[in-house]
Nanobody, 123 residues
Framework: QVQLLESGGGLVQTGGSLRLACAAS????????MGWFRQAPGKEREFVAS????????YFGDSVKGRFTIARDSAKSTVYLQMNNLKPDDTGVYYC????????????????WGQGTQVTVSP
């Protein structure tokens, strides 16, 4: 089992920045893929970014490329999502997730999920 706990959400104005953190505990492995997803009201869950504990690769959704970065601190078992130049369309609940079956942008590939943290970007 893997437990994930997100933090760092909040209210920010357009153009502002936020950093989300995801603390992992339990049976984590260096090969695990850690992902961030988001979900706005009435919309499907959307892939945002992913990395692994080894930090060998990074992937981003098209809508956040050039604005968001992802990083991990293996010693703290924490993954960070740095969000810059935020837009109202970035509003939603952001979820951290862990996959043990490899790289994927599909939520179905991720077996473990945090409870989510709300990000609201005002116009």
């Amino acid at each position: 089992q893997v437990q994930l706990l997100e933090s760092g959400g909040g209210l920010v104005q357009t153009g502002g920045s936020l950093r989300l953190a995801c603390a992992a505990s339990g049976r984590t492995f260096i090969s695990d893929v850690m992902g961030w997803f988001r979900q706005a009201p009435g919309k499907e869950r959307e892939f945002v970014a992913s990395t692994s504990w080894s930090g060998s690769n990074f992937y981003f959704g098209d809508s956040v490329k050039g604005r968001f970065t992802i990083a991990r601190d293996s010693a703290k078992s924490t993954v960070y999502l740095q969000m810059n130049n935020l837009k109202p369309d970035d509003t939603g609940v952001y979820y951290c997730a862990a996959s043990k079956i490899g790289w994927s942008t599909s939520p179905a590939a991720y077996s473990y999920w945090g409870q989510g943290t709300q990000v609201t970007v005002s116009p």
